[in-house]
């Protein structure tokens, strides 16, 4: 069997065994270019694209291919105009093995075409910085979903050369570290840990200039098991459970995360599936929502509390957990991971109502993140109709908030300033001021499209940045920010506009476990704010940030808006698909 490695270095294996590869990088470039497009290409398209400096270039598109079909040993295949890819059956290529979810064996390493650059157009040059950022995020997510099953298993020798290789795709992320240092206390290695803690930190100031998160340290942290003297594991576990939910519910989620670490030890320590499925649970939904830059610990947790709850026949404990690992992939644009796991959610969760009033709020938000604005809608009316029947009035209240924004990008203002106004009306009759800045910011962005006038928004949506700020939440910081300046920008003031759109794009990028499509909008908006402005330099920065960052993630809507800004910045040349 032939199989195509483009990612990493790339090479051709024959039964296990490396061929010599085709001459040249622009054969590997031709190759990849062929393999990733989801119709065949034309000759002409290719010509222009990768050979039109040279002297003659469709003879020197003619020996590529021949080229590439010595070296493929398949004299059938890459023919005709436009070019069909006609590999032999059975033919693997990397690319499209974890496009599915699946790793390859031994598992990839590296990014897409690693070590190739090209003197190409610079449509090419912007295809193929998509293309590693999709290919990237499609690693990340087998990886990740692979790594997470293995520590359920308790397969640390897995759990270890998995995270190993997400770190070698994605050096810079912290994601992968924290699952590597991990896996490392899992197999009882704590010296490597903390040497990992420490390089990782070093590297991190060396190529950024800024630390990693706390949560990297803190994933080195062994667990401690609390022991009262005459009192259970089983009260206090539970005890433990009491005490910590309070103090996260009361905003104090250091404190809270701490007492239900000691909650899981004492769970755990008393033998007690079900309490113990639930202390996992709770621990991880605080890592997840409470805490800032945890996503990663608190998705091994919920992992766990599934695991848990399954072997302890309590389901849905299980359908929680695997709702709030959802959301967790929702956020971090993994599509595919999020595509998978919602279902499975859904599924689960199929006997208890209230759990599935979440999966639908999700998502809802997943399908609007991906660009599917109207199946959006309709799963948030079927989520709200859910929370209704089941009493989740913060559930409720969550979801009409981001259905808010899902109507405003559909363009349906009076829909989306229907639902901003009552999540804000039913967050101040519940006192749940934690929510208020994400519906006012949307609710913001609904008035100026409506031609209200900018000082007044402005008025309004300092509060709400300020209360953002106070609740040290980068999310609901970068979207009033992002708003204000759009106040400015409304006004024709583009330079008082500029300061708060970069504040909206720090904010943002400010925790390791952002909002990937909430980072990815402040980007381009900021691009067409600069572009618009005549500042072709910084419009190019921020565009092409957020076409990296929209590319990996699947947002087909945020990939199109920097596409449109790169083209107009070059002249009207397109980006190929």
């Known amino acids: 069997m032939l199989a195509i490695r483009l990612i990493g270095q790339p090479r051709l294996l024959r039964d296990g065994l490396t061929l010599p590869g085709p001459r040249g990088a622009k054969c590997w ?206 009260a206090t576990a539970e005890s433990l459970l009491t005490a910590g939910l309070a103090a996260v519910g009361a905003g104090a989620a250091g404190s809270g995360i701490a007492t239900l670490r000691g909650a899981v030890a004492a769970a755990e320590g008393a033998g007690d599936g079900r309490l113990t499925a639930t202390c996992l649970f709770e621990l991880g939904s605080a890592l997840v929502h409470a805490a800032r830059g945890y996503d990663d610990e608190g998705a091994i947790v919920l992992d766990a509390s599934r695991e848990a709850a399954s072997e302890a026949g309590e389901q849905e404990i299980a359908a929680k957990a695997l709702a709030e690992l959802a959301y967790v992939d929702v956020l971090a644009a993994r599509r595919e991971c999020a595509v998978e796991g919602l279902a499975l959610a859904w ?48 559930r409720g209240i969550w979801a009409m908030a981001h259905a808010a924004r899902a109507a405003y990008l559909s363009g349906w203002l009076a829909a989306a300033e229907r639902w901003a106004k009552e999540a804000q009306r039913q967050a101040q009759s519940e006192r749940w001021t934690a929510i208020r800045p994400w519906p006012e910011a949307w609710h913001a962005h609904v008035r100026l499209a409506k031609g209200e006038a900018p000082a007044a928004v402005r008025a309004d949506i300092e509060s709400s940045y300020a209360l953002a700020r106070q609740l040290e939440d980068p999310c609901w910081e970068g979207v009033t920010a992002k708003v204000m300046g759009l106040t400015y920008v409304a006004e024709g003031d583009t330079d008082a506009a500029m300061p708060w759109l970069d504040h909206a794009g720090t904010a943002c990028r400010r925790i390791n476990d952002s909002y990937k499509w909430l980072e990815a909008e402040v980007q381009v908006t900021d691009a067409e704010v600069a572009l618009a402005h005549g500042d072709a330099e910084r419009a190019v920065a921020h565009a092409e940030l957020a076409l990296q960052i929209a590319a990996r993630g699947d947002m087909p809507l945020l990939l199109q808006r920097a596409e449109v800004v790169l083209e107009q910045l070059r002249g009207g040349v397109r980006v190929p698909a």
């Open 29 to 234: 470039a031709l190759l990849a270019r062929i393999v990733r497009s989801q119709d065949p290409l034309s000759r002409q398209q290719l010509v222009s694209e990768l050979f039109s400096e040279a002297d003659d270039p469709m003879g020197a598109l003619r020996w590529s291919l021949a080229e590439l079909r010595r070296r493929l040993g398949m004299p059938e295949a890459l023919l005709g105009n436009p070019v069909v890819p006609g590999f032999d059956a059975g033919t693997q290529i990397d690319t499209e093995v974890v496009g599915g979810g699946r790793l390859t064996d031994p598992a990839p390493r590296g990014l897409f075409l690693e070590g190739i650059e090209v003197q190409a157009s610079p449509a090419f040059d912007t295809w193929l910085l998509v293309e590693r950022q999709r290919v990237a995020g499609d690693v990340i997510g087998a990886l990740r979903k692979e790594v997470l099953r293995a520590m359920s298993t308790h397969d640390h020798p897995r759990a270890l050369a998995l995270a190993s290789a997400m770190v070698d795709t994605a050096p810079l992320e912290e994601g992968p570290h924290v699952l590597l240092v991990k896996a490392f206390i899992g197999a009882g290695d704590r010296i490597s840990a903390h040497r990992h803690v420490a390089s990782t930190e070093a590297a991190f100031m060396r190529e950024l200039g800024v630390p990693p998160s706390p949560a990297l340290s803190a994933a080195a942290r062994p667990p401690v098991t609390p022991n009262t003297a005459g009192v259970s594991s089983v």
């Open 347 to 394: 599924e689960t969760a199929a006997p208890y109502p209230r759990v599935r009033a979440a999966v639908a709020a999700y998502d809802a938000v997943h399908l609007s993140d991906w660009g599917r604005l109207d199946g959006s809608l309709e799963r948030f009316d079927e989520a709200i109709d859910l929370c209704r029947e089941t009493g989740s009035v913060k």
